[in-house]
């Protein structure tokens, strides 16, 4: 099986994975008379994630989370705050990977399944030089770890949505990544798919790669994951599953309004 490299020297040593120290995304809208007023999409954000440790985020829609996975990757930039990566900044770092909601993705793009998890190799190739040998066998070897090797000479737009995923996830394979960032990877799919791509993030433990997750499902973060992180804005709380799924949690972040299909929200 292929494991994921871990190049232990470009990180200072007892840091922890990730670290972000009040971060802050504001930004402004007009108001009444053209006044201009200012929202923020998350306010004063602080938390580390440690090597390895998997994490669920959870909240109501508009609550910052897929705000939050872009902070990370350097998408959006912070109003104030620092992200950092084994105590630097992202910046300085090449090992995160990030896999965006479906509904994000022109999936009529026409590239085969080889080619999207190739492009998980773009760093270390280089821009405008060809895929060497080594290249070419960690694709491989990304895809038959995630079950879809098989699948490597079709074209993307022609996977299922379940398919789909477990390419996207053999592209951060392939980049070796240390961070994975998943954004509503669950949505739409059938349980065997959902059980195929937890079964994938199961074994990245023995790579020691940290997995951070947005989810509107409270079961299943509850079941699979370390540590859930509960945000509206702001971190509500965040711990084990069992201390963060409290009634009084639950209510500050969704103010009542929780879907049926999450039974932890309101149990007593």
Request: aromatic letters at 6%; a negative charge; glycine letters at 8%.
């Amino acid at each position: 099986m292929f494991h994921i490299g871990y190049q232990d020297s470009d990180h200072r040593p007892g840091a922890p994975n990730l670290e972000l120290q009040d971060v802050t995304v504001a930004y402004t809208a007009i108001g009444n008379s053209f006044r201009q007023d200012v929202h923020y999409a998350l306010k004063n954000i602080s938390f580390k994630a440690e090597v390895g440790e998997q994490i669920a985020i959870i909240g109501p829609n508009g609550a910052g989370k897929s705000t939050l996975l872009k902070l990370i990757t350097g998408i959006i930039k912070p109003e104030s705050g620092q992200i950092l990566m084994f105590g630097k900044p992202t910046s300085q770092h090449n090992c995160i990977a990030y896999v965006p909601q479906r509904s994000q993705i022109d999936w009529s793009f026409p590239v085969t399944v080889e080619d999207v998890v190739m492009m998980g190799r773009t760093r270390q190739i280089g821009f405008f030089r060809r895929a060497r040998a080594l290249d070419k066998e960690v694709v491989r070897a990304s895809l038959e770890r995630v079950g879809a090797l098989e699948l490597a000479k079709k074209q993307i737009g022609e996977l299922s949505g379940g398919q789909q995923q477990r390419v996207f996830i053999a592209r951060a394979l392939a980049l070796e990544t240390h961070l994975l960032l998943l954004d509503e990877p669950l949505s739409g799919l059938d349980l065997p798919s959902q059980e195929a791509i937890f079964k994938i993030l199961d074994s990245l433990r023995a790579d020691r790669v940290t997995v951070l997750m947005a989810t509107h499902d409270l079961d299943l973060a509850a079941e699979h994951f370390d540590k859930i992180m509960l945000v509206n804005k702001r971190i509500i709380a965040f711990s084990a599953p069992e201390d963060v799924l409290s009634p009084e949690n639950l209510l500050a972040a969704y103010g009542g309004k929780v879907a049926s299909s999450e039974p932890h929200a309101l149990a007593t």
